[in-house]
């Protein structure tokens, strides 16, 4: 039967350093515990059972370590053995697996050792260098916790817009897209020679060819008739000069 686990209510946001499953303090026990390291904004670091594999109710409140060590006191001080009840006052809950668990636990971390006799505990390690290695962990990792408040959202990446690549150009110089039109490279100086070939006949090298360009585009005259062409008056012959006067003084008719 799945253990029974009492909610609770986190005393601050705290952030994750890491979770660790390990075996209980019965050697005859068979199933595993899991706990989980933690560190509130305050920089307090918690302990709390978060899952077990066996029976048994336990809480999954989050435990102050300096509220470990004022209720083991004593036994940092003198170095003294003690039982596995002493630890059920650093819970607010009185499961009965709460001590046992939290014995494991501590055991787990280098911060307890078996005492003597060996059903008792005795406390090792420096605590508040473990402690300290704990936030130097989370500063290390930047891990952030459940209870923690959401992080900020990254800015939205700029999209900077790229143009799409010129379609591959086909024999003829067209594109092979559908809607684009390019000239192949290959063309380009048979183009040129082609455009200079019909530019040179219209501007020429020169301005004796502009002006030639000009005679050519000008009106034609229209040319004035001289005396020699005009007719004749009417009533003499033409191509006949006046005769002289005749006999008697009378001019010939």
């Known amino acids: 039967m799945p ?3 009492l909610p609770i209510a986190p005393p601050e946001p705290v952030s ?3 979770q660790v499953t390990t075996a209980k303090l019965s050697e005859r026990s068979t199933t595993r515990l899991t706990y ?3 560190i509130g904004h305050s920089q307090t670091v918690y302990l709390a059972i978060t899952d ?6 336990f809480s999954r409140e989050l435990v102050p370590l300096p509220h470990i060590q004022a209720v083991l006191a004593e036994p940092l001080a003198t170095g003294a053995s003690f039982p596995t009840t002493l630890l059920r006052r650093a819970f607010t809950s009185r499961s009965n697996c709460n001590g046992g668990f939290l014995g494991a636990a501590l055991r787990s971390e280098g911060l307890l050792k078996i005492g003597d006799p060996p059903h008792l505990h005795q406390c090792a ?3 508040d260098t473990w402690m300290d290695n704990q936030r130097h962990q989370l500063a290390k990792t930047g891990s952030v916790g459940v209870n923690a408040p959401p992080a900020p959202l990254p800015e939205r990446p700029k999209v900077t817009k790229v143009e799409p690549a010129p379609a591959p150009l086909g024999e003829a110089g067209v594109s092979t897209g559908e809607d684009a039109v390019a000239v192949d490279d290959t063309q380009e100086p048979r183009q040129e020679a082609l455009t200079g070939d019909a530019s040179s006949g219209a501007a020429g090298d020169g301005d004796g060819d502009a002006a030639e360009t000009d005679q050519e585009n000008a009106p034609t005259p229209t040319p ?3 005396i ?3 007719a004749p008056p009417p009533g003499r012959r033409p191509g006949k ?3 002289g006067t005749g006999r008697g003084g009378h001019a010939a008719a």
């Open 3 to 5: 253990a029974k686990a």
């Open 16 to 18: 994750p350093v890491r």
């Open 36 to 38: 989980e390291i933690s």
């Open 52 to 57: 077990n594999e066996g029976g048994g109710s």
């Open 125 to 127: 390690g420096d605590w």
């Open 224 to 226: 004035t008739p001289t």
């Open 228 to 230: 020699t062409d005009q």
């Open 241 to 243: 000069a006046a005769r």
